[in-house]
């Protein structure tokens, strides 16, 4: 489904609601699946949406609202009927509809726990959080007992009737719901009748607890090519289960984060046109100014040089240029090297590894760099000694933001500090600074020495 | 399973080797799967990697390579004897089988689609681009007719024998396998016998042509939730199946490609420590030195205001904070609106809008920084009319800066360039120069004026 293709159907839909034609406007939402019907009702004002998801059958409805943003959903299940609301919650699954419940009222939540059919599926996930493997976690699951055979496990599977029917495998417990292994759908499917599933499950199953952050569930689930990651509690209970498509939206959620903050911005909360022009103010003004306050460094450097700077005036040209190749240099291995921390190429034991790496390709490039440069200073006819210095500074600027770049993240990781605070504005805030310091420091030894 | 105990186990069977005792060396590799035991080649020698495989089953060696990156994994085949390597190969899923024979030398692989038992699995699969659907996708899929019964289909599943068991649903087909549905096979185990498949099939069945990008079939594996997503030909034929964990691996390699070219490098083929330092050197080169080349602009600023700068010496205090702030301002906006096109929150029809939302962003950001900047000026104890040009300035260049960052990742888009190469780097060189621009002729508007 095309873009293009929504937008027609989002036309046609206001169009239906101007002429206060329901039917008509349902009729054309009806042919769209669930995440473009979610994108139409992002786009419709708040009581349209109501109107309309009233007239939904619940079944649609908790689709709609399963794929709208979550504040956005929140939003639009607070202008509904609480009794319209509960019949639309009994159709969700249940790890959305207890994020759901987490993003209403306190006490809209506690009501409406009374009122759902589902309450006893949803009541456990309400207790872990978000970002963790519990709160990222599904309660409707199926599991299979070692000692049935593939007969009863068929039968068993059959008389399930789950939300979402796209099961790969299922996970086999003892009689205390102790993990013990996993069976694929596909597998039980060819067995003969007779056989016990405990002898055809793979005993060597990947399980991850409750409390572990979502981002390991995602990188274990994206490792080991896993359709669905079973949680269990510490005693190895299983408690739940994740499916792929919820990790896939948290490494998507979780590179953006990142790419936000390497930008030097604090992560959005909520896709980019639906955050207000003050938020995007908001998330972007303390790193400005706390970078503008380190940066007041170089004013403070160059004070201490102004008697050299107006003495060799010619220094004063190259300084934009110089700390502006080191703060380049910086940020390209601090993406590098973060991006590397994140997918987990790198850890922490390989930090002298790294660093011994990044100072080989700094002077590799500082050679490269330096010789560019003296090239350049020569064509604009300044002094050999101050094309020179700017050779020397060049270089010397370019191994120190490389090395800065990679020990940085490395050691933020170490400090359980986000790397991704090592952004490029960082690193060439950073660098302007120093690099002045570094710059009229060749200069006094080079150019400025008995003069 | 953690990284330490991975580290543990290298290093058992490292000394296995040393010993001479393959037997060991191999007892200790089948305590881990296969992802860890390729990372565990990867660390061997290329003499005792192929020794290993050589002991291994074709089974083990087949999932050992297809963990392994692409380019250490033809190095290791590269290494065998063909007649081993051709085991090999035929128990690897046929995509990845497709992709080991694009990476050796064509002679070579030319050679084994003739010893291949898999060869005709695996042939249609090598016309397609490396980074296209088709490339993505595997010839081992199982195609219902319409007309099947339940039972038929469940017979024919149960016959057939994949390599990889993790199916969750079967496409469904017309006799010239024209694409017509889907069935999940947790429906067909619960249907009743006599049930044609083509009355229980979803209709409404999302697939994609061969040629398009992968990074399009990832989307929309990512947005539809979907597990498995047939790829077809122009006249609507199924030719082949794209499993999502395949999908996984193209976003976590397209968003770590992203970050590298962000911090304004060349993204890197291979996992960061398998990268020599002469690669890395290579990748960060040519940006470098084209930013130095454009960054020299700021030279030339300065040597046009070169008299000036003599006159008012404190301006050039000012010089290196304004233009940090500037390229800072401009590579957080730059992130964001680069990172809200890659996810497909906005898109080119929301250039305007963009822009708008940017420039009131700017303006915000810009009174707050020009404020700040007029106080730490003061602060200098510089003349009111140098704060005031300061203050001016910042205001200026981070509003020129952010309206910059939001317009020219669209307009690359627009242009079918990829819209990362406006990353952080590129937007602080840009600004540097205009930003000095703007600062000297308000300099001249505000301090110089009469001088």
């Known amino acids: 489904m095309s873009i293009q293709n929504i937008d027609q159907i989002l036309d046609l839909v206001q ?142 599977i059959r008389y399930w009737n789950p939300e979402q029917d796209d099961i790969s495998y299922f996970f086999v417990a003892d009689e205390e719901r102790h993990l013990r292994g996993v069976v694929s759908l596909l597998r039980l499917v060819s067995c003969s009748p007779t056989v016990r599933v405990g002898s055809i499950m793979d005993r060597d199953v990947i399980s991850i607890r409750a409390g572990a952050d979502q981002e390991e569930a995602a990188r274990l689930m994206s490792r080991y090519d896993l359709l669905a990651l079973p949680v269990v509690n510490e005693r190895n209970v299983i408690v739940g289960v994740i499916t792929v498509d919820d990790v896939l939206d948290v490494l998507e959620e979780e590179a953006t984060e990142d790419i936000q903050r390497l930008g030097g911005a604090e992560p959005l909360d909520q896709p980019y046109l639906l955050t207000s022009a003050w938020e995007l103010f908001r998330k972007r003004i303390g790193w400005l100014m706390l970078l503008f306050v380190t940066g007041s460094l170089t004013g403070t450097v160059l004070r201490i040089f102004e008697e050299d700077l107006s003495r060799v005036v010619s220094l004063s040209i190259f300084i934009p240029l110089l700390i502006g190749t080191g703060g380049n240099a910086g940020s390209q291995t601090t993406n590098t090297i973060i991006r590397a921390l994140a997918v987990g190429d790198i850890d922490l034991k390989d930090a002298f590894l790294t660093l011994w ?52 993240p490395v050691v933020a990781t170490a400090l359980k500090i986000d790397p991704t605070v090592v952004s490029g504005p960082v690193m060439s805030t950073l660098v302007d600074a120093t690099g002045l310091l570094i710059y009229f420091t060749i200069a006094r030894m080079v150019v400025l020495r008995g003069m």
Chains 1, 2 share one sequence.
């Open 15 to 156: 169009y239906a609601l101007e002429q206060e034609d329901l039917d008509q406007a349902i009729r054309y939402l009806s042919t769209l699946k669930s995440p473009d019907q979610a994108d139409i009702f992002e786009e419709l004002e708040e009581d349209e949406q109501a109107v309309l998801l009233q007239h939904l059958s619940p079944e649609d409805s908790a689709d709609i609202l399963e794929d709208m943003e979550d504040e956005e959903a929140a939003e639009l299940a607070d202008a509904l009927p609480l009794e319209k609301l509960a019949r639309i919650i009994d159709e969700m699954e249940p790890d959305e509809a207890a994020d759901l419940l987490g993003d209403v009222s306190p006490e809209k939540a506690r009501y409406l726990l009374t009122r759902l059919e589902d309450a006893a599926e949803i009541r456990p996930l309400l207790i872990h959080p978000d970002d963790s493997a519990g709160g990222l976690m599904t309660s409707e699951f199926l599991v299979l007992l070692e000692d049935m055979t593939c007969a009863e496990a068929l039968t068993t």
């Open 357 to 408: 790496h990044e100072v080989r390709v700094g002077v590799l490039i500082g050679v490269g760099m330096g010789i560019f440069g003296y090239i350049r200073a020569i064509m604009w006819h300044v002094p050999p000694e101050v094309a020179f210095t700017v050779a020397i500074a060049i270089f010397a600027v370019v191994v120190w933001a490389t090395s800065m770049g990679s020990i940085l």
